[in-house]
Every structure is written in C-alpha cells, then in structure tokens.
C-alpha cells in the first residue's frame, strides 16, 4: 500500500505526531472473508473461485515487485491474510510492513522467530533453525496464503495436529482426492455443472503451486516472478 500523505498533527494531549495517511480500505482483510462468522447458518461473507485467483495473483504482483524490482530487494517477513486488504473493487494490497528487512549483505541471521518478526504457521520452517531471512521465506508464506485461500482453513487449525500441517494435509489428498479439501463456501456456480474438468483445469495447477511454494529447502522454492507468471495464465484461462 502507498501512503496518501504524511502529515503532522497534535493529538488529544498537545503532543505534536506524526502520521502517515493511506487509503481506506473499505472491504477490509483477507482473514476477515476467509473466516468471517455465521448467522443462522449463512456465511456474512464468502468469496467466489475468481475473486480468489485475482486476490492471490495480485498479492504475488505485490511480492515480486518488492523481491525484484526494488533495490535492494525488500522481505515482508509477516505475510498473512490479516496483512492482505481489500479496496472497494476487491483489489489486494499488502499491507504491515513493520517486519519488512531489506537484503543487503551483511544481513543478520535470526537468532530467533522474534528476529523475523512472522507469524506461526506461515513462518518459513529454516527461520526456526537460524537461517539467513531470505526471498525465500516470503514464497514459503506465499504459498501457506494460497493453499488457505483454496481450503478456508487456517494453518494453525485444530485439525492440525501429530505432525500434521496444512502443506502435508494438501500433499496427502493431491490428484485424486483434492475436491475433499477445497473450501465448501467457495462460490463457483458458472462451473458446476463440469466440476472434475473444472477441478483438473484450475484447483489442480494452483495446488501444486502452492506445494512448490512450501518446500522444505527454501533453494527449491520458485522465485515470485514465476509464480506471478504462473498465477496470470490460470487467471486469464479463468477469466
């Protein structure tokens, strides 16, 4: 996100402050659609199929232009749907940069997960053994936001548990089994009546993306402007 302006003001007390002013974001953040409460059994909330390809396509536009485009490349180091917001057209920004690192050398190892600054279960797992914060961990995180995207669950769900995460529960259900896992509120009425060639056509491609994004080296990850590459083709075949 881009601030509008930064301004200096006084607050209650006097004191002079100052603020940086962005955008409204009117529809708020990602967490609050993809687990937003129930009345009566409806959803307050639900997202269709294409706004979340269009979501996901453009948080990765977000993070190859900060891992490639900026000088040196800048790490978010807390993605997370509460840091994805939405404007008035359901157009993502990324938002909270306050764990942000810029990678330059000489760049401290974390001597712990405070240092990174993430949030458990999107962490990438090499932070845990003090291994240099890299682009590498903002793909890990990538991926856990695109494989919840597609389920609805949250990657510390109680369901989780033994050994169990959200990567391992996706690679346990891939190819034959991955209508089981998908989010049962997600709307896409315009493919129901093809739901396998639909499955086979978009779900199964975005899987493997998301499991591509999850590995355990972070040197066998893609980098974002694969994934963005990858990302656009299944949107524009969607949309």
């Known amino acids: ?10 607050d209650s007390q006097n004191h002079e402050f100052k603020a940086l002013i962005f955008e409204v974001m009117v529809n708020g953040s990602l967490e609050a659609w993809l687990h937003s409460e129930q009345h009566n059994g409806i959803l307050d909330k639900v997202l269709s199929f294409g706004q979340r390809i269009c979501i996901a396509a453009d948080v990765a536009s977000a993070l190859d232009y900060a891992h490639n485009e900026l000088t040196p490349p800048l790490i978010h180091c807390d ?8 404007d008035d057209d359901m157009t993502a920004r990324l938002s909270d940069f306050g764990s ?24 990438a797992p090499e932070y845990r053994m003090g291994c240099e914060i890299s682009v590498g961990g903002d793909v890990y995180s990538f991926g856990v936001l695109l494989l919840e995207l597609l389920t609805g669950k949250r990657p510390t769900d109680d369901m989780f548990v033994d050994g169990l995460s959200l990567c391992k529960f996706y690679e346990s259900k891939f190819r034959d089994r991955v209508a089981e896992i998908l989010d049962p509120h997600m709307a896409h009425e315009e493919h129901q009546g093809c739901a396998e060639g639909w499955i086979q056509r978009y779900i199964v491609p975005l899987v493997a993306l998301g499991l591509s994004c999850t590995v355990e080296s972070p040197k066998d990850r893609p980098g974002m402007k694969d994934v963005c590459a990858k990302l656009s083709d299944i949107r524009a075949s969607f949309l």
Request: aromatic share 4%.
């Open 100 to 123: 942000a690192k810029f990678l330059s050398r000489g760049l401290v190892i974390p001597k712990s997960l405070h240092d990174v600054g993430g949030t458990i279960g999107y962490v």
């Open 1 to 10: 996100m881009r601030p509008v302006t930064l301004c200096s003001t006084l």
């Open 79 to 86: 993605l997370k749907p509460n840091n994805v917001l939405l």
